[in-house]
């Protein structure tokens, strides 16, 4: 995979579906393009709906170039105790 300013970088952690829609529409509002991307198993993976119905951890994507436009304006909305940072242990 060629490296390039397309590259989807990660700027911010969603706890569940919900959370990266809402995240992914503050971006859009600002016409910056993003996409979620599922991190580790979850229940409807496993063919367990109910284990975790929104689907577990997603991280949000943009491109490269966005990448610090993004950051920036997530670091303007979010406070600094409920920043989409990385997922709490």
């Known amino acids: 995979m060629a490296t390039g300013e397309d ?8 706890n ?3 959370e990266a829609g809402l995240i992914q529409g503050l971006l859009d509002d600002r016409g910056i ?4 991307q599922r991190m580790g198993l ?3 993976m496993l063919g367990i709906p109910l ?3 929104g689907g577990g951890a997603r991280r949000i994507l943009v491109s490269k170039e966005r990448a610090a436009e ?3 304006l997530l670091a303007e909305i ?3 105790g409920d920043a989409p940072g990385a997922p709490s242990a």
């Open 42 to 44: 979850n229940g409807p």
């Open 16 to 18: 569940d579906e919900v």
């Open 7 to 14: 590259d989807p970088t990660p700027v911010a952690w969603a």
């Open 33 to 36: 393009p993003s996409s979620q």
């Open 78 to 80: 979010f406070t600094e």
């Open 51 to 53: 284990l975790n119905p």
């Open 70 to 72: 993004a950051e920036a």
